[in-house]
Every structure is written in C-alpha cells, then in structure tokens.
C-alpha cells in the first residue's frame, strides 16, 4: 500500500483480555516501530525491529507485551491479561534504509473497560 | 538520557500572525531533531529534520527551525498562519546510534483563529 496500515482502528475490550494489534509497512521498509500514546503525551517507544528481528525492545512495559514481525513486513503487537492503564493509541511507523525519516500510520486506539 | 520539553501546550495565533512554537531538548551527544505533526484523525506527519547539517532547516507547508546549540533549541516558526496549520505539533530527538528510536516531547496544539 501506499502508506503504513494499521488494524483494527479502534478497539474495546475488557480487562484481562487478550488482544492482537497488526501493522502492514510501507513495501520495502525494512525498520519498523512501535509507539504508544496515552492521552495528553507524546509518543513514546516500544520497540524496534530490524527485519525479522527485535533490535531494541527496550520500552515494552512489562512481560504482557510482546511483538513479532516473523517474515520481516507485516507486525503484530500482543497484549495480553489487559489493564484499563494500557489505553491508549498505538502507533506504528516504518522506515526505509538510512532515510531518517519515520512514516507512521494512523495508530490502532485501544480502550480497556 | 536524552529528553524534549515543548513549553506550551496550547498556542493560539490569529491567521496571518507568526507562528512560534518551543522546543527544547536534553542530549549528551549531537542529537538529531525533527518535527512532526498531527491533523486530526491522521497518522504523524514529518515537517522537517535537523541532522547535523544547516542549522536553519526548511520544511514542509512553510515551516522552518533554526536548531541553536547554545540554548539546546529548535523551535519552529512559520511567518504567517493559516487555518489548515491547525494541529498538534511534537518535537522529537532521536539518537546518532541510527536506530531512530525518538524520543517525543508532549506537543503542542495550535489553534488558528480567524
């Protein structure tokens, strides 16, 4: 596609759930990223992929974040057990080799009840 | 560790005033800094980057930063507002390692009155 693709847009759940937010980059980009935004604040880091691999996961929050990007395009970010503090905007972004620049897509806005 | 303050976390300019928002940054190292923004219901946008290279940089839609290492700053301008500028601006400062892992400011809202 044209750009970063983000799904779902929005979701609800409850707390303790499981839930999946999936990333498509922009074709080609080998670097993507994880950002999330709670009300009020900039982005902040979560993690950072180089390929297939994690290259800094440095701002996961805790051992119920996880990320994989397994065949190096689309990621998936998990949550698991949720808590009503995980609310926020999660934002995705992309890159290509040595471009200095990050292309984000429209963030996936995760509310937990 | 590096960090960014943006003072301000509401500006308002009538259309055709001069555009200035505050950003301020922490950095051990010679820093790279950018701006983005946000219109509503849309992803980041990039307006411009520092990267070592003219201290005054040129971005998109009129803006313009002039990064000044003796105040630690780079604040963006732009002459003359327009409604469309309406939007919430950040400012960010990533590390020389190349990873691009920005650190964020908490933006700032502009509001363009008419």
């Known amino acids: 596609g044209a750009g970063v693709s983000q799904t779902p847009s929005n979701k609800v759940t409850e707390k303790g759930k499981y839930v999946e937010l999936r990333c498509d980059p922009i074709?080609?980009?080998?670097?993507l990223y994880w950002y999330r935004q709670s009300l009020g604040q900039g982005p902040e880091f979560l993690i950072y992929?180089?390929?297939?691999?994690?290259?800094?996961d440095s701002g996961l929050p805790n051992d119920r974040f996880f990320a994989v990007r397994p065949e190096g395009s689309v990621s998936t970010l998990k949550i698991q057990r949720t808590e009503r503090g995980d609310s926020a905007v999660y934002l995705c972004a992309s890159s290509g080799q040595g471009t200095g620049e990050l292309f984000f897509g429209e963030g996936s806005r995760l509310t937990v009840l | 560790a590096q960090s960014v303050t943006q003072l301000g976390s509401h500006v308002s300019v009538s259309e055709g005033a001069l555009v200035l928002l505050r950003c301020n940054y922490s950095s051990s190292v010679p820093p790279y800094l950018f701006w983005y923004v946000q219109y509503p219901n849309q992803g980041l946008q990039l307006l411009l980057k520092?990267?070592?290279?003219?201290?005054l940089v040129k971005g998109i839609n009129g803006f313009e930063a002039e990064f000044k290492k003796s105040e630690t700053s780079f604040h963006l301008t732009k002459p003359s507002a327009h409604m469309s500028d309406a939007a919430e601006y950040f400012c960010?400062?990533?590390?020389?390692?190349?990873?691009?892992?920005?650190?964020f400011g908490t933006g700032t809202r502009l509001k363009v009155l008419a």
């Open positions: 992929f180089q390929g297939t691999g994690a290259a800094d």
């Open positions: 960010a400062v990533s590390e020389t390692s190349g990873t691009y892992k920005y650190i």
């Open positions: 520092y990267t070592s290279a003219a201290t």
């Open positions: 074709s080609g980009h080998t670097a």
